[in-house]
Nanobody
């Protein structure tokens, strides 16, 4: 497992942008598939975006496609989530997650597949 620390959350107006960062500990970051999930009050944690250990493939929730971009910098042990055209319904606590990658397929999108989690960062989008 790796230790994960998110940053970059905050309050933004609808239509604005934020970039979340997730810094990982350890020297094997490049071996991990990484993902972002979010959880709004009273709702289940839901998938947002994921990136394969190689960076070669990504997946997005339909609700964020075309607006959010996940990327990683293995030299900095960091994964990013660039969020553009934010909407009030994007308001949630955003969590970074990791799991050791296997194979060359697409990264997983279910909560249960990830075994390392950050503490979360709040994103609030005002209308």
């Amino acid at each position: 497992q790796v230790q994960l620390v998110e940053s970059g959350g905050g309050l933004v107006q609808a239509g604005g942008s934020l970039r979340l960062s997730c810094a990982a500990s350890g020297r094997t970051f490049s071996a991990y598939d990484m993902a972002w999930f979010r959880q709004a009050p009273g709702k289940e944690r839901q998938f947002v975006a994921a990136i394969k250990w190689s960076g070669g493939s990504t997946r997005y929730a339909d609700s964020v496609k075309g607006r959010f971009t996940i990327s990683r910098d293995n030299a900095k042990n960091t994964v990013y989530l660039q969020m553009n055209s934010l909407k009030p319904e994007d308001t949630a606590v955003y969590y970074c997650a990791a799991v050791r990658g296997t194979g060359w397929g697409y990264p997983r999108t279910d909560v249960a597949s990830y075994d390392s989690w950050g503490q979360g960062t709040q994103v609030t989008v005002s209308s």
